[in-house]
């Protein structure tokens, strides 16, 4: 009997957390433009990050996103370019500390006069981040690509992981394919 309500509150708990725990990605892009001509590339500070320093000291979350950036899109044939870039490439992270709390009340009832009655408190301290990358034309400096990623992280020790993911799911769609 404790074995079924032990199992009932776990299997509640984790099935409250994965559905929380789901990531969430998207991109969105000017049709118009022609991403064929784009080869050389470099890194500028989002305007985000220029109206708030305070996001600016995230730094080792930008070090990934870079480091993971430059991989991807130098194996698909883009090169790093200080002097003459075809587009620029900048992004921005943003968490925010959160605290969940679900409370579990398990009763039993056999009959007249038999009732049993149990509460488990689950706690769950996690960041709740997004990263938005932003592609910009360097000719005309417009917006031509965006892309942003949304996931939580519960566990501080597989931060570096998330955001690398979150920097792979962004660029999986880059560069858009051309409509037919």
């Known amino acids: 009997m404790k074995r079924r309500q032990a199992l009932l509150m776990v299997c ?16 969105d892009y000017d049709p118009e433009f022609d991403f064929s001509k784009l080869k ?3 890194w500028k500070t989002h305007p985000v ?13 930008g070090d990934i996103v870079m480091s993971d950036g430059n991989e991807i899109l130098m194996k698909r044939g883009y090169i790093p370019d200080e002097f003459e870039p ?4 900048s992004f ?11 409370r579990f009340d398990s009763s039993w009832y056999y009959g007249p006069g038999t ?7 689950f706690t769950r301290n996690f960041v709740d981040g997004t990263l938005v990358i932003d592609i910009v034309d360097a000719k005309s400096g ?6 942003f990623y949304q996931d939580q ?11 690398s993911k979150g920097v792979r799911k962004a660029f999986e769609k880059f560069p858009p394919k051309k409509k037919r």
């Open 12 to 27: 509640g708990a984790l099935a409250g957390t994965t559905l929380l725990e789901a990531a969430k990605s998207g991109y």
């Open 40 to 42: 050389r590339y470099t």
């Open 49 to 61: 990050m220029e109206e708030n320093p305070r996001l600016a000291q995230v730094a080792i979350a």
């Open 86 to 89: 075809d587009f620029y490439i």
């Open 92 to 102: 921005f992270v943003k968490g925010t500390m959160e605290r969940e709390e679900q």
């Open 115 to 121: 009732a049993w009655t149990s509460y488990q408190t």
């Open 142 to 147: 417009k917006l031509i690509w965006r892309a």
């Open 153 to 163: 992280v519960s566990d501080w020790k597989k931060r570096h992981k998330k955001i």
